[in-house]
């Protein structure tokens, strides 16, 4: 990535550029900010902490969003979430320039994951492996899951696909993306009956819930591709996923471990949204 960033600055006389906006000092959210600024900083991303006090008003956050969606400079904007009460979420969302939602949490660009059409009339998909160039913006943890199940190298075709959870940020695009591989997919969440039985049908499972290890061996068809999005910290400090790791990892074919698995890969899809949004906003003006 850094090679492909050095170049496309060399050619285009600009670096492609990052704005995170975190309001408050979350813990949680600061040690996210940290790791999107270091991977920005690592993949020779332009990049920008904003932090905004916790007192900041949705009008005022919309201000500074709006100053920079006007900046021809910025390629990308991400408000880290969760955002302070007082915030509507949705609002600051949608107030972000669809072309520069790096996230790809906004409407437009849900849209077109889902209506498999680009953002810019004038986009011409390039042949990208293993994500298709759907000429908008996938959130980053369905992308970068996506991207995890190509490097196994199993043939997605006809799989039988469950996720859990239905979330428009990681459950329901995942669902989408697996769809057009051609999977048979069925959502799960939290009024779902028999569970076990339901997961048991996947030949590529995936939890998105947030529920320490909630999938259990029992949920889990030999041979079974299963990947876990949960992120939960526990009493102790430490932090666990949806997946019984442990009592699983004998009986999948392949597994990701929490933490080291989805959570990187999502960082790294981050930086790739940025050089997308980068190289489309070059496009929409050549
Ligand atoms: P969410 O709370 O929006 O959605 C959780 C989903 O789980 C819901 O759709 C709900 O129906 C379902 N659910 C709840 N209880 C259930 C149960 N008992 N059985 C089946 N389904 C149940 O959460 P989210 O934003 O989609 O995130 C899910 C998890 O993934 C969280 O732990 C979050 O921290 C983690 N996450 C990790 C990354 C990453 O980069 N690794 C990114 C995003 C989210």
């Given at each position: 990535m850094q090679q492909q960033v050095d170049s496309m600055a060399a050619e285009y006389g600009r670096t492609p550029s990052l704005v995170v906006i975190q309001v408050g000092n979350d813990p949680a959210s600061t040690i996210y900010v940290r790791n999107k600024m270091r991977a920005a900083e690592f993949c020779h991303i332009r990049s920008q902490h904003l932090s905004l006090p916790d007192s900041i008003t949705e009008q005022e956050l919309c201000a500074h969003i709006s100053r920079l969606n006007d900046?021809?400079?910025?390629d990308g904007i991400l408000v880290q979430l969760?955002?302070?009460?007082?915030?509507?979420e949705d609002t600051i969302i949608r107030s972000i320039n669809a072309e520069k939602d790096v996230d790809g949490f906004h409407p437009d660009n849900a849209a077109c994951l889902w209506l498999h059409q680009?953002?810019?009339?004038n986009h011409k998909a390039s042949i990208y492996d293993p994500v298709p160039d759907y000429g908008c913006t996938i959130a980053c943890t369905p992308k970068g899951i996506l991207s995890m199940l190509a490097s196994t190298g199993v043939e997605l075709d006809g799989k039988r696909a469950v996720v859990i959870g239905r979330s428009p940020i990681v459950g329901k695009p995942m669902a989408k993306l697996l769809l057009d591989r051609q999977c048979t997919v069925t959502i799960a969440h939290?009024?779902?009956?028999d569970l076990p039985a339901v997961c048991r049908e996947a030949d590529i499972l995936i939890a998105a819930v947030?529920?320490?290890?909630?999938?259990?061996?029992?949920?889990v068809k030999p041979g079974a591709i299963v990947i876990d999005v949960g992120i939960s910290r526990l009493p102790d400090g430490t932090l666990s996923g949806d997946v019984d790791f442990e009592a699983c990892k004998d009986i999948a074919s392949f597994i990701s471990p929490v933490p080291g698995g989805v959570g990187p890969m999502t960082v790294t899809m981050l930086m790739q949204n940025t050089i997308d949004c980068y190289k489309r906003r070059l496009n929409g003006k050549h």
């Open positions: 900046n021809n400079d910025i969760p955002l302070p009460a007082h915030i509507n680009p953002l810019q009339t939290s009024h779902t009956a947030g529920k320490p290890k909630l999938i259990t061996k029992d949920c």
